[in-house]
């Protein structure tokens, strides 16, 4: 046992992505741009979908909820990465850091979880198109939501106790844009072989999991629509064609980050902006640019929209 907690470094320094001023003040530009469209998008969405009893149906519900949790993912992130464009060194406290990493994890957690479920979702809608409204209903949909909570809460508490664990004696410069496991556990002053890989058990066991479970249900979901002629066949389609994007543009990212141990990688930071701020800003886009319901939805949001401003 030891005495005492040695943890001596009560600061991080966060490379960024640049070094050169005009280059920052081009890329806090650029991101704030970025931001500014998550937040918007993400929050209309979900609020569309609270208010819109068109919009109230499972997968709308659970659209609503990925919606919510992109605009909270965005936020772990750039606000701290803006910051940092506009100032010459940016520094992160020890708390912040590990909470950083708490939230990244919790809420990119329940994402993943959330994903899978609603691939469940359109699996049931798909197989038992009669019994769906029986299955899918207000509790069992409130139920599987709260247990991807859950599921992200437990994903993420078991990293930050083995975090909070390790010895910080000196060297405190992460080459990243946000605290996160991988360049965090290299800093540590001990042997982190063991840590490593359980980070890479944690991380990538369920990353992948999720996503082989993903890959299959798509794949015979798919399959099952090649083969039906039914009405309603081509919004099907188009609905799973978007879900598999939005699956893939997250998963992909994460298994490169996280099944491998913690090596940097030149594209590393690229990958890192896309699964943080990139994702997050398309997923609107992707699911109501092409969606009737949500349309229709935002004209009758347009219509009340002068009322509410004269
Ligand atoms: C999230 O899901 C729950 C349970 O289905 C639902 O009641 C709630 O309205 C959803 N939230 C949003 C923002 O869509």
Redesign the pocket.
């Known amino acids: 046992m030891e005495p005492e907690n040695h943890t001596t470094v009560t600061e991080f320094i966060l490379l960024g992505l640049a070094t050169n001023p005009e280059v920052k003040l081009l890329l806090f530009a650029v991101f704030l741009a970025i931001y500014t469209t998550t937040m918007i998008g993400n929050l209309l969405i979900?609020s569309l979908?609270?208010s819109e009893p068109l919009l109230h149906t499972?997968m709308?519900?659970?659209?609503?909820?990925l919606?919510?949790l992109d605009f909270c993912y965005a936020t772990i992130t750039a606000p701290k990465m803006l910051v940092g464009f506009l100032s010459r060194t940016n520094t992160i406290t020890y708390g912040g850091c590990v909470s950083q990493i708490f939230f990244f994890h919790f809420i990119g957690g329940i994402k993943i979880f959330l994903l899978t479920i609603m691939a469940y979702d359109r699996y049931v809608a798909i197989f038992y198109p009669l019994r769906y409204m029986a299955i899918m209903n207000?509790t069992t949909?409130?139920g599987l939501?709260w247990a991807s909570w859950i599921g992200g809460f437990v994903h993420s508490i078991v990293q930050v106790a083995i975090v909070v664990q390790l010895p910080f004696c000196g060297p405190n410069v992460l080459d990243n844009f946000y605290c996160d496991v991988p360049q965090v556990v290299k800093l540590a002053c001990t042997n982190t072989f063991v840590v490593e890989l359980l980070m890479v058990s944690n991380n990538g066991l369920v990353t992948l999991m999720c996503f082989v479970v993903l890959l299959v249900s798509y794949s015979i979901l798919l399959a099952k629509l090649r083969a039906g002629s039914a009405p309603g066949r081509s919004k099907a389609l188009s609905t799973c064609a978007s879900h598999i994007t939005v699956v893939t543009l997250i998963f992909g990212p994460c298994i490169y980050i996280y099944t491998r141990p913690f090596r940097s990688f030149p594209m590393d930071k690229a990958v890192a902006v896309l699964y943080t701020l990139i994702t997050p800003v398309l997923n609107p886009f992707i699911y109501t640019l092409r969606n009737k319901d949500f349309k229709s939805a935002l004209e009758k949001l347009k219509g009340k929209m002068p009322k509410l401003t004269l």
């Open positions: 979900a979908v609270a499972p709308y519900f659970l659209l609503g909820n919606s919510f207000g949909c409130g939501v």
